[in-house]
């Protein structure tokens, strides 16, 4: 081995001169012997001519090498393509460790959208796509013939993360981005005045893979939850894909942290909208950490406090569902609770947001009814005072912001049935805006758990019935009348805390009937509402048969619901010389009362946070792209 050369910078002859002067050393030079040295070389071409568009195909096809089974750094191997469609499952995803880089480069290039320095240019194939045809018709019974993609390749790589296109130019991937748009995003917009999700985000995801399959994968699930002639594989080929460039995020210290919250929130809507919603809840956790993360809250503007409230907005429903405390204290929102501000009109979301804050305290108001009373009556009174001052100081609030919001969060109209030629039980009340009708849905369901739980009188005293039947009128007046499908999912859970309180047979089954509707328009499962309510109302257990096994495609069930899988059942007993099945568990009860257990650990500073063994911290220092439009 020759010695190395010393190096010139300009200077040539004064480093020269330099290193010929002797130097002094502690000890002499060692140079192990020859027949020590391993020299292993390390061919990186393939995965670098994959990141070009058709350098893989220049190299001839390589033998699958055989991995140990004690192998565990590739347990989860990002830079392969994602497994077939057919072979993805329900799962908690798997361990990942080993897959760490040895070092990222300190800046990586600016990821900041800038639309203005971006010509259009249309395709200079002249390919047919009428929006007339099957693509637009996605909750037909037609399936759209689209081109081959990457799920149905196995030797293809993920996209390069900063690859830029211009526009989507494949027919699946236009209709899946359609139906987010049209559908999903109608929803998730629905407290933010920007509309970022459905109008803002899309282009973005432009040049940001991992945005781009968290959408298309929203948008392919919905379609599964509508149309039985889809199937679920391309939604969870998606899914897993934006989560294999998240996973793969999270290990850089250097990673854009706006993209990755905004992908976690995206990815938690689609688990929102799968069949077992409690059994595939890798990001659930996962964005709220990455949200605490990036210091959205309150006062976030732009994507920010797009997704802080989408999230947050998420997390009271299914707190009003399972009786749950919030995890994230309002309190701790930063929002500004001063009703003398903001009363002008346009600013109905200010006010919207506001009243979230207040169905979050009642919603941690009702769960933590204590179980037991104090053995000491004394005590026992204090603790009544206390819960009564605390129910009268939300009561209070929720009147003050009925009495303060803006003329256009009150009824353009109010027709009492009688009046109407609709033939409904309910008045109809019409709210123009779409944040308004979500803000008066979460009003009146407050007021209505509010007459439930007054610590010193029941519900069947005059006043909280009345205050009750009120309220549970007025909500279903307006999801029995309302047309815009982005209030299902606050309608949903709104209309099931009202229906409770219905005693007129009438009422009663066509509370059924909006859920019916909702269930067909949103794909939203709500079978085990019907199920439940039928039992609070006393009806007598009616007989259902089972749903056809031709009926049953795309993983649609009659009845299922998005906690428990197994909500449909026969009443008839099987041919005698059929097996008898085993009997389906039960459906899961989960605690009430407490903390919210899905996000209680969602935070990175805490021992079980989220995304474990892959989470790496952020550096502090590194500029993160603007989404703040």
């Not at 001169?17 to 020590?36: C, G, I, L, N, W």
């Not at 191997?77 to 361990?95: E, K, R, T, V």
């Not at 008066?440 to 369901?445: A, I, Q, S």
């Amino acid at each position: 081995m020759n010695a190395p050369e010393a190096k010139t910078n300009g200077a040539g002859s004064e480093v020269a001169a330099a290193a010929s002067k002797p130097k002094r050393v502690q000890k002499p030079p060692y140079m192990p012997p020859t027949h020590d040295w391993r020299v292993n070389f390390l061919d990186e071409s393939r995965e670098i001519a994959s990141e070009y568009k058709g350098g893989l195909g220049r190299y001839s096809v390589l033998e699958p090498e055989l991995v140990p089974q004690g192998d565990q750094s590739m347990a989860f191997d990002f830079s392969g393509s994602a497994p077939p469609a057919p072979a993805l499952a329900h799962q908690p995803l798997p361990p990942i460790q080993g897959i760490l880089p040895e070092s990222y480069p300190e800046d990586p290039p600016s990821m900041k959208f800038e639309s203005q320095n971006v010509m259009f240019e249309p395709p200079r194939e002249h390919h047919q796509h009428s929006r007339s045809g099957t693509e637009s018709t996605y909750s037909g019974s037609i399936v759209p013939q689209a081109p081959p993609t990457s799920y149905s390749n196995p030797d293809q790589v993920m996209t390069p993360e900063e690859e830029r296109r211009e526009y989507l130019n494949s027919q699946e991937e236009v209709l899946f981005m359609q139906v987010f748009v049209e559908e999903v995003g109608l929803w998730m917009d629905s407290m933010d005045p920007h509309k970022h999700f459905s109008r803002l985000l899309p282009f973005h995801a432009l040049q940001k893979p991992m945005l781009l399959n968290a959408f298309l994968a929203c948008g392919a699930r919905h379609l599964t939850l509508v149309n039985p002639a889809y199937h679920e594989d391309k939604a969870l080929y998606y899914y897993d894909t934006a989560t294999r460039y998240l996973l793969k995020s999270l290990q850089n210290p250097n990673r854009d942290t706006v993209i990755c919250a905004t992908t976690a929130v995206i990815l938690n809507v689609y688990e929102i909208m799968s069949e077992r919603a409690l059994q595939r809840m890798n990001h659930i956790a996962g964005a709220r950490a990455l949200i605490k993360e990036c210091g959205w809250n309150a006062r976030a503007t732009g994507i920010g406090g797009a997704c802080f409230w989408l999230n947050v907005g998420m997390e009271i429903l299914s707190c009003l569902h399972f009786n749950w405390q919030v995890a994230w204290d309002p309190d701790d929102w930063g929002l500004d609770m001063d009703f003398s501000r903001e009363s002008q009109n346009g600013r109905e979301e200010i006010w919207t947001h506001r009243m979230l804050y207040i169905v979050a305290k009642v919603a941690s108001f009702r769960a933590s009814i204590p179980r037991f009373q104090e053995a000491d009556p004394r005590n026992e009174q204090i603790r009544l005072q206390n819960r009564y001052a605390e129910w009268q100081r939300l009561k209070d609030w929720a009147d003050a912001w009925n009495d303060n919001i803006p003329r256009t969060m009150h009824p353009m109209a109010y027709l009492y049935p009688y009046q109407t030629t609709s033939k409904s039980a309910f008045p109809e009340v019409w709210l123009i805006k779409r944040t308004t009708i979500v803000a008066r849905l979460f009003y009146h369901t407050a007021m209505c758990l509010l007459a439930q739980i007054h610590p010193l009188m029941n519900v069947e005293v005059e006043e909280m019935s009345d205050m009750q039947q009120r309220h549970s009128q007025q909500i279903c007046g307006i999801a029995a009348h309302v047309k815009d499908r982005g209030v299902a999912s606050v309608a949903l859970r709104s209309l099931a805390i009202a229906a409770e309180c219905l005693t007129s047979r009438r009422e009663q089954e066509e509370v059924l009937q909006i859920f019916e509707k909702i269930k067909n328009e949103t794909g939203w499962r709500v079978g085990f509402l019907n199920k439940e309510l039928k039992e609070k109302w006393g009806w007598e257990e009616e007989h259902v048969q089972p749903t056809p096994p031709q009926q049953m495609s795309g993983g649609l069930l009659q009845n299922q619901t998005q906690i428990n899988p197994y909500s449909y059942s026969s009443t008839q007993p099987p041919p005698i010389s059929a097996p008898m099945p085993p009997a389906p568990p039960t459906r899961p009860r989960f605690p009430v009362g407490v903390l919210n257990p899905l996000l209680a650990a969602a935070d990175f500073t805490m021992p079980q946070h989220p995304y474990q063994n892959v989470y790496v911290a952020p550096n502090p220092v590194h500029h993160h792209s603007q989404l703040y439009y």
